[in-house]
């Protein structure tokens, strides 16, 4: 009897995902319908349908006019983005099962669907990562703001693969953490595919992974990066050039922000002069701190971890703001520092009632700023004010959370 009532409580829950996943495909089709332009998902979705349709190069001048068609409605004029292919052919695999479904609009809808599923995985990897237990009615809001948060938000509704990206770095430091190294490998090759956002980031990892000598990381890393080589060398051995001419193309058309960008907007004199200044005394505290990391446990690694993330738009690289679906993290365990120190287990506390601060007031300040056209000035408050919110706050934080008094992270030395 215990086993029938086993076997239909399992088939229940899949009836139930399945109907769930249904549900939110059906909701982003709805969606996409009404807003049906974007470039992240569509280009990378045609080009592979491209491939698998005619046997084309997604790299191809057929794809690029496929995307400019089913864009502009038309060919691209000069000075318009050409829409060619600037995802490297390992990238691209990823989008061959969703270019098996001919409508774009439900193509669309299941990858959105899935991002919102990987947001929602993220911040449950957050909370394992951190070993952080708030309170169960906390995690409604915890959810929602991972996928209906701004900057949430932005990566989905551009369809960007960002989410996903996003739980593989998270994936990739809970397996560091539980010692599954070939795992962490693997995962850490994913994260690095936004190179931009990430690539501070990795410069840090291989350094303490190297020192730690898990070179079992390295191996997991580099079987990932062979087989998807191989793969890709086997299906399109002459990707490599095209796809170098697409990357350039699609950087002439990149509108990235950066820390000059914004200091030269508010003073041409002495904005530029203030950019490096701040870059050099960043670099120059990451380095230290990196030194020091060496030395230490996974708990500081982590800290260094979030510092190194938040600190990556003061270090001069243009990126756009919908990458800070990568600042979860350090948010998480910002509030986690929070509610160690000053919350009681299981109750509404410092840690929450900051989260839903700093939730409403991103939020807030996009409904003003957006809602009188001051979308500069939008772009410019989001893209120092979290990070650099996170980073006082880390810093904040530091002595606490790296020589803690109390130890209910469970990342403790």
């Known amino acids: 009897m215990s086993r029938t009532l086993s076997i239909v409580i399992i088939v229940g829950s899949v009836l139930l995902a399945l109907a769930l996943l249904g549900g939110l495909v059906w909701a982003n089709t709805v969606y996409i319908r009404a807003h049906p332009l974007e470039k992240d998902f569509l280009v990378p979705w045609l080009a592979a349908r491209t491939f698998i349709q005619y046997g084309q190069s997604p790299y191809s001048d057929p794809a690029t006019q496929r995307a400019q ?21 390992p990238v691209e695999l990823f989008y061959f099962p969703f270019a098996l479904i001919t409508n774009y609009a439900i193509a669309r809808g299941l990858w959105l669907a899935l991002l919102e599923l990987a947001l929602l995985a ?3 990897l957050s909370l394992q990562l951190t070993s952080w237990k708030p309170p169960v009615t906390f995690l409604p809001f915890l959810g929602l703001f991972s996928v209906f948060g701004v900057f949430g938000l932005l990566s989905s509704s551009s369809s960007s693969g960002l989410g996903f990206l996003a739980l593989a770095l998270g994936g990739f430091l809970l397996a560091l953490h539980e010692e599954r190294d070939e795992l962490a490998g693997a995962l850490l090759f994913v994260a690095l595919f936004e190179p931009r956002f990430t690539g501070v980031f990795f410069v840090l990892v291989f350094w303490w992974i190297i020192f730690q000598r898990r070179m079992r990381v390295i191996w997991g890393f580099l079987m990932g990066l062979v087989f998807l080589l191989v793969l890709s060398f086997f299906l399109l051995p002459d990707w490599f050039l095209p796809f170098l001419r697409g990357l350039f193309s699609h950087a002439a058309y990149f509108h990235g922000r950066s820390l000059f960008d914004i200091l030269a907007g508010w003073s041409p004199v002495i904005g530029p002069r203030l950019g490096w200044a701040i870059l050099v005394v960043v670099a120059l505290v990451l380095f230290v701190e990196w030194g ?3 030395q230490r446990d996974f708990r500081h690694f982590m800290w260094i971890v979030s510092v190194t993330l938040v600190a990556t738009p003061f270090l001069g690289i243009p990126i756009n703001i919908k990458d800070y679906v990568f600042l979860f993290i350090p948010l998480v365990l910002f509030l986690s520092i929070l509610a160690e120190r000053f919350s009681r287990p299981r109750r509404w506390g410092a ?4 989260f839903l601060g700093v939730a409403l007031g991103l939020w807030l300040l996009t409904v003003l700023l957006v809602g009188i056209n ?9 893209f120092l004010g ?6 006082i706050g880390l810093y904040w934080m530091r002595w606490w959370f790296v020589r803690p008094v109390r130890t209910e992270l469970g990342l403790s030395e």
């Open 351 to 354: 840690a929450e009632f900051t």
């Open 374 to 382: 001051a979308l500069g000035a939008w772009t410019d408050v989001m």
């Open 292 to 294: 020091i990391v060496l």
């Open 122 to 124: 993220l911040a449950y």
């Open 386 to 391: 979290l990070p650099g919110l996170l980073l």
């Open 69 to 89: 068609i089913q864009y502009y409605g038309r060919l691209a004029q000069p000075g318009e983005d050409p829409l060619a292919l600037w995802l490297p052919f």
